[in-house]
């Protein structure tokens, strides 16, 4: 029986990993500019600044559980000698403590205690910088492999595990924010009336969040 395979589609997750660049760095420069000011943050800011914080370390946390338990696997079972995993994996171990960290500094931010905004910022830099490199080498290394060795469906699999465990009034429209318009137009069209309706319910409450996260 001929073995019939196609390209999958990589754009969810390029989206995925380019909307936890996004939230690192944004999240870096905001903290930075709390500690500026050197007052603490009002309460419902801070609340929301924690709540988005610990909803992105919940989603960094799931993305790389759903490498290291369906993807890697998956690949290594494909690919066998053509992929070599450790060094992802070794990553995904050591993203565990400082996300952990981010979490304790988060419910320092709202208990209003000093430092805390500073401390925040520094370890959102270092969370940054450790995610770009990881990325950039996930997507060189790995990318070419799943393309090459892994069939649509083999991929579906990948990205349904992914959608399983993932807050999908989260996930949505924080990835629809760093789509380019084509890429937006690709994946409404993917996606459906199921996505659009998301996009369209789930969009009101992103927004609303992103204004209290700005301080207005």
Known sequence: ????????????????HRAMLADTARFAVLAGELAAIRTPCP??????IAGYLDLLCDSIHHHHRVEDEVLWPTLTAAAGDAIELRELTDDHAQLDPALAEIRTLCADLVARRPGAAAALAERLTRLHTVLDEHIADEERTVFPVVTEYLTTAQWAEVEAAARKGAVMSFEVPRMAAVCTPAELAEVTGDGGWPLRVMLRVFGVRYRRRERVLAGE
């Open 1 to 16: 029986m001929t073995d019939i395979r196609s390209t999958p589609n990589l754009l969810g997750m390029r989206l995925a």
């Open 43 to 48: 309460p419902r800011r801070a609340r929301a």
